[in-house]
């Protein structure tokens, strides 16, 4: 007869002893914290958005969430997000990301204003949180020096580094799913609903409110669940209502995203661009460059001698991790070596466990711990020196327009538009303008996925700037063009009808290309707008966006 779940806590349990609160774990978890802070922080004050380009969209969807609470509009909050995203169209996030990680960052708007640090300061509290967690879930499995070794290998791993300088989802994700995860390992070896599954409800309803990828959390609760208490644990009552619970609090998002936004998520899920053997390998591949060869090595060897040195069935534990993460991520068509953060902290756990527990004697105890600080402070050192590719010099443009003129209508055709829509905004804090970014072409997400060109002559591109009455246009030079539209544009302001009043080169090394500018025409024909109405194309939504321009203040003065 297979044991029972009480009866497993009783094996794997740790020794009460091994778990108490003392002053050495709070001096451990505060020096962690306090090292991960200075390291995270440094740089925090270089560069703009632009990862992925979604880092744009992250920071200006971070500014909606603080209008959005800011304005409160209650009665109409769906006319409010299409109005806004009229204005600003960077707004990706609003339908196709969840929705919770811009609700901390517009709130860390509203406190520290809209700059670049305040949206960073917001990662950098999930990242904190998340270092947090991580101690506490190592401490409850071994004890507080490999949580501190853990902890700090962690957050100075290649991989996570880069995201904690990064407006980006993957450290909030990252970080609610190591909470969750920690407050499910509790129930595993404590069998005690409360606060466990309390805990783990709400951490894991916040990760899927964060990003889509923390659904590994599923194939995690199921692959360890059976390990600790097979089938019969997940028939028990306290698991099926806190099934439940994460079910309600989270499918009326998804079920939205189902009904209006179903086409482009399914295309990601499909995308077959890797196939065969590699599909298979894609994540395999990605743990040097994410952990380093040192940590990864160690990290075998953590596995391989694992049962010398974790009490039983702990390491079932981490490999079900390992193997929830590169089942999920592998049966997903899109294929991004930023999808391997989440498998991350099990590797590191092997790292870091074998280093201080495999070894007995004394003297190799000694050369062991010798050996951690020396992979502490290499770690350390490479990581202080890290600085995350960057972009800067959108903002002296957006600066340059609202110095020219109090209001307008801009009609922008650049890279990274977001990251210029974000500081115009931040800029321009009675919205008096207004962006077209989707008025030469439209694409559902990305160009991969599908476009439509909108303009295909002289004579149509007149029309539209002169209707939707184009004070200014800003275009990138230097960089690649993929339609005719954008051809035509730049022919249009070389006219004598246009006139240069600004010319900003790009600085940095995350750039579609190297050596690019963008530059701001002024349109000396200007008229406010003879059309009544903006008519937004939208690839990603049922149905495009139209809204009356009389109700922006940017075209008449």
């Known amino acids: 007869m297979s044991p029972t779940l009480t009866e497993e806590r009783e094996v794997v349990s740790p020794a009460m002893e091994t778990r108490r609160w003392t002053r050495r774990t709070t001096t451990l978890l505060l020096g962690v914290l306090a090292l991960c802070t200075i390291v995270i922080v440094r740089g925090i004050h270089t560069g ?15 500014l909606f969430a603080a209008d959005l609470i800011r304005d409160h509009p209650l009665a109409h909050p769906v006319q409010y997000a299409y109005l806004y995203y009229a204005q600003y169209p960077a707004l990706a996030g609003v339908i196709h990301w969840p929705p919770l990680f811009y609700v901390f960052e517009g709130i860390s708007f509203l406190l520290l204003g809209s700059t670049v640090v305040a949206a960073r300061l917001s990662v950098l509290f999930f990242a904190l949180l998340g270092i947090s967690f991580w101690f506490l879930l190592v401490r409850e499995l071994q004890d507080d020096w490999t949580a501190a070794l853990a902890a700090t290998l962690m957050a100075f791993s290649p991989g996570v580094l880069l995201f904690e300088k990064s407006v980006m989802l993957e450290i909030p994700s990252l970080a609610l799913c190591v909470a969750a995860i920690f407050f499910w390992t509790r129930y595993l070896l404590e069998g005690k609903p409360k606060p466990n599954l309390y805990g783990f409800v709400l951490f894991a309803s916040m990760a899927l409110l964060t990003k889509q990828n923390s ?35 989270t499918a009326p998002f998804y079920m939205l995203v189902y009904r209006v936004h179903w086409q482009s998520v399914g ?45 039983p069935k702990v390491p079932l534990l981490m490999l079900s991790w390992i193997a929830a993460c590169y089942v999920s991520f592998t049966a997903m068509g899109m294929k991004s070596p930023r999808h391997a953060i989440y498998w991350l902290p099990p590797f590191i756990y092997f790292a870091a466990g074998m280093l201080l527990n495999v070894f007995r004697t004394p003297r190799l105890r000694r050369v062991a711990a010798v050996a951690s600080l020396f992979l502490v402070g290499t770690t350390a050192v490479t990581a202080w020196r890290f600085q995350r590719p960057y972009v800067s010099g959108y903002e002296a443009v957006a600066k ?31 919205r008096h303008f207004l962006v077209l970014r989707k008025a030469l072409y439209a694409t559902r997400i990305s160009r991969q996925h599908g476009s439509v060109e909108l303009i295909h002559n002289q004579e149509e591109l007149g029309d539209l700037i002169r209707k939707n009455g184009v004070r200014f ?16 544009l730049r022919e249009a302001v070389a006219t004598a009808g246009f006139q240069e009043v600004g010319r900003f080169h790009i600085e940095g090394e995350d750039m579609a290309a190297p050596n690019s500018s963008l530059v701001i025409y002024q349109n000396q024909k200007w008229t406010p707008p003879s059309e009544k109405f903006l008519h937004i194309k939208m690839l990603t939504l049922d149905r495009d966006i139209i809204v009356p321009l009389d109700r922006f203040e940017v075209g008449s003065k």
Request: net charge negative; glycine share 8%; hydrophobic share 50%.
């Open 48 to 62: 703009e958005f632009s990862y992925n380009v979604d880092e744009t969209q992250h920071a200006v969807t971070g």
């Open 215 to 249: 659904v590994y959390l599923s194939l995690f609760c199921l692959f360890s669940g059976l390990c600790f208490g097979g089938v019969r644990l997940f028939l028990r009552k306290p698991v099926l209502i806190a099934a439940a619970a994460c079910l309600a609090i």
């Open 267 to 311: 295309m990601d899920l499909a995308d077959n661009r890797i196939s065969g053997v590699s599909r298979f390998l894609f994540y395999w591949k990605t743990l040097p460059a994410h952990l380093g060869w040192t940590l990864l090595l160690l990290s075998l060897l953590g596995i391989v001698t694992a049962t010398t040195w974790n009490r």
């Open 400 to 430: 340059r327009i609202t110095d020219l003129s109090p209001s307008g209508i801009i009609l922008f055709d650049g890279d990274l538009p977001g990251n210029f829509i974000f500081f115009l905004r931040a800029d321009d804090p009675g």
């Open 473 to 488: 246009v800003v275009v990138s030079e230097g960089v690649p063009l993929h339609y005719e539209s954008q051809r035509l």
